[in-house]
Each structure stands twice: as structure tokens, then as C-alpha cells.
């Protein structure tokens, strides 16, 4: 099982209050950031790209406390940026462990091996490893040759001290449906928990914007990817989630259910798009606009996110919201292969050739990758 018994009882008390409650829009998991600054400069990422007197910014503990306690999830996923090069990471997973809060702390484990003596084995404390694909793959997306052995090398402390290890995948227009596939047979050998799927999102700011993909690509790659699949592979993700990668069902967006808090406050409206940004939770709430977002507003910076930012929430809504959305999660569950002979032959289509030693990605991977580990050694 990809996730404890008692996380997931945990999880679906929550969300089964908020149903009680009558709440139509309720948080699900918190995405903090307590900081930007990343040692990598992935072409498919724009943080990298904030000026540097931002790069420099963290959030205090207290802060991050604060917004945890504002929010009231169970769950509190922290990317960034890079988590391990905050200061005080240490005391912010400290705390978080002591409010008993699922943490989810993403990382690309290049800094893992050298800074996992500041934490202690927990149910609560979740290593989400930043994995996209094998190593020719992984390191091509993330612009750092040599990116797949650090992080594996990372993933491999951690399991033998004894921390719970998650992947966490991104997949961009040109990604080889086999290799990923050859990749989950690769995570599940190693011992992970469970794994993670995303399809990517266009930020504005990304330095690579020519490889991220419509709805029916979308639809068409996971379809290959997560049909006929092995009953050893573990997906940390909702199951009615996975059919909608896959094109078998549709869902509106919930930007709220997995809002964001930053150096900049609450960010509206959701971890993928900026626009504006609130003093408190309750602020974010009752001042965002939530019509204009989603597929189904028209906004045109939301026509292609299938993202599970958006909606992973509005899947595990479908399951807590009627019997027939907890019978298709119970039935998702247990009949996980998807026999699909269509998407067998989608396997045998050709894609575009990935190459790590691009000119131009790597170009643009050496420069952003020297300003952000100059910008570490300033600070330090």
C-alpha cells in the first residue's frame, strides 16, 4: 500500500468533516514554499528566474507555522525552489511533525545525502524525490548531467535510514511512454513508497516553452503510459485522478483545494499561476475570483492544465462527494490494470529524441545553473 493506513483515515476524516460541513470549497493540501532559490535551473521551471534579492528571501518557521495553522489541512506538501537549501529547514519539518501534519517535502536530492542527519525517520515526514524519467530523460528535463545518479544516490540514504520516499514526475511533450514505464519497474526495484505523475505547465517564465502539451497529448501519453500496467507499481495519487490523465473521466478545477503561501503571502489562485496575492487564508478565500479559472472559464493560462495541483482535489472530492465516486475509487483500486490494446500500439509510436548535450538547453542549463549556486555562495 503507497500510502499508511493512517494517513489515509486521517486524510479522508478531514475531507468527510468538510463534507459535513457543508463546505463547498475547502483546502486539501497546503503547497508551501518557504523559498524560490534552487540549485538547479531546470528549462521547464521559471523560479529560477526571480531577481536575485528575491532569490535570497526564505520564510521564517514561524511564518510557515502560521499559514499551516491558518489553513488546517492535514497535508503539506513543500516544494520550492530547492527545501534543503532553506536555512532552517530542519525546524520547519520539526514543527510541522509536532502539529502532526503529512509533510511532503519535495526535493531533487541533489543536497539529500548531505543534509538528511537534520531529520528524523517519521509516518509523518514524506521525501518527495523530483524523478523525471531514467537518466537520460531525468537529466535532460532537469539541465544537469549527472542529476539521475545524485538523486538516486540520495534516494538510496534515505530509504536505508528508514524515511518514507516518494518520486515525483513531470512529463513534457516528447517523453518515451516505454522508458517511462521501464522507469516505474526502476522506482518500485529501489523500494519507493509510491510514485507521482504530472503532466508539466507552461509558466510564463519557463526558459523552454516549446515542450509542453495540449489536453489530447495529454490524454494520449498517459493513456499509453498507465494502461496495461504491472500490479507492483504504486502510484502515490488518486486512482480517479490517474483515469483522468488517462481521458477516461473529466473534472472541473479546484484551484482551492491545493493552495499556495510564499514570500509573497497567499498566492492567487492556485501554486501555477500568479495573480495578486492575499494578507491571509481567509482573504484568499472570500477575494479570488474562482470563476475565472479552470478549463471551463476560458481563461486561455488554463486551457491546457491538467495538473494535479488543480485537480487531484477535485478527483478526491468525486470520491468523498457520493456513493457512485467512492464505489469508482473502490473499484479504481482494486481493478488498477486497465487492459487497453489500443494503448499498446501507442507504445510502438516513435517520439522525439531527448539529448542531454542540446547546444542550446545546455546553454541556458550552465548559465542558470552557475547564478544559482553563485547566488548560494553569497548568501552563505
Avoid at 152 to 171: C, H, M, P, S, Y
Avoid at 287 to 294: F, H, M, R, V
Avoid at 317 to 322: C, I, L, M, P
Wanted: charged residues 25%; hydrophobic residues 35%.
Amino acid at each position: 500500500m503507497p500510502v499508511p493506513v493512517s494517513q489515509m483515515w486521517t486524510v479522508a476524516s478531514y475531507v468527510l468533516k468538510q463534507k459535513i460541513k457543508g463546505r463547498k470549497r475547502y483546502p486539501f493540501v497546503l503547497m508551501l514554499e518557504p523559498l524560490f532559490r534552487c540549485n538547479l535551473a531546470c528549462a521547464g521551471c521559471g523560479k529560477i528566474q526571480y531577481p536575485a534579492h528575491i532569490l535570497k528571501t526564505d520564510l521564517t518557521p514561524e511564518q510557515c507555522f502560521k499559514a499551516v495553522d491558518e489553513c488546517g489541512v492535514p497535508t503539506v506538501s513543500i516544494p520550492g525552489g530547492e527545501p534543503l537549501m532553506h536555512p532552517e529547514i530542519d525546524k520547519i519539518v520539526e514543527g510541522l511533525v509536532a502539529r502532526k501534519k503529512y509533510i511532503y517535502l519535495c526535493t531533487n536530492a541533489l543536497l539529500l545525502k548531505e543534509k538528511i542527519h537534520l531529520f528524523k525517520p517519521s509516518k509523518y515526514l514524506t521525501f518527495s524525490v523530483h524523478m523525471d524519467g531514467q537518466r537520460e530523460h531525468h537529466d535532460f528535463s532537469v539541465c544537469r548531467e549527472g542529476g539521475y545518479d545524485k538523486a538516486l544516490e540520495g534516494i538510496k540514504v534515505a530509504l536505508d535510514k528508514g524515511f518514507r520516499v516518494t518520486t515525483n514526475t513531470t512529463l513534457f511533450d516528447g517523453a518515451d511512454p516505454k522508458s517511462v514505464r521501464a522507469f516505474f519497474d526502476d522506482m518500485m526495484e529501489l523500494g519507493v513508497e509510491g510514485m507521482m505523475l504530472s503532466p508539466g505547465y507552461s509558466y510564463d517564465k519557463a526558459p523552454d516553452q516549446k515542450h509542453f502539451m495540449g489536453r489530447a497529448r495529454i490524454r494520449r501519453m498517459f493513456r499509453a503510459i498507465l494502461s496495461n500496467r504491472k500490479p507492483e507499481w504504486k502510484f502515490n495519487l488518486s486512482p480517479l485522478f490517474q483515469e483522468f490523465l488517462m481521458g477516461k473521466r473529466d473534472y472541473a478545477c479546484t484551484p482551492w483545494g491545493m493552495p499556495t503561501y510564499n514570500i509573497f503571502g497567499w498566492q492567487k489562485p492556485c501554486y501555477l499561476l500568479q495573480d495578486g496575492y492575499a494578507d491571509t487564508f481567509a482573504e484568499l478565500m472570500a477575494s479570488t475570483a474562482w470563476e475565472n479559472y479552470g478549463t471551463e472559464s476560458g481563461n486561455p493560462k488554463c486551457a491546457n492544465c491538467m495538473v494535479h495541483s488543480g485537480y487531484e482535489a477535485s478527483a478526491v472530492n468525486d470520491t468523498f462527494g457520493s456513493l457512485r465516486g467512492f464505489w469508482d475509487t473502490m473499484k479504481a483500486t482494486l481493478f488498477s490494470r486497465y487492459p487497453d490494446a489500443g494503448a499498446n500500439r501507442l507504445l510502438d509510436e516513435p517520439t522525439q529524441a531527448v539529448h542531454s548535450h542540446n547546444p542550446l538547453v545546455q546553454l541556458k542549463v550552465d548559465s542558470g545553473t552557475q547564478n544559482a549556486v553563485q547566488l548560494e555562495e553569497t548568501r552563505a
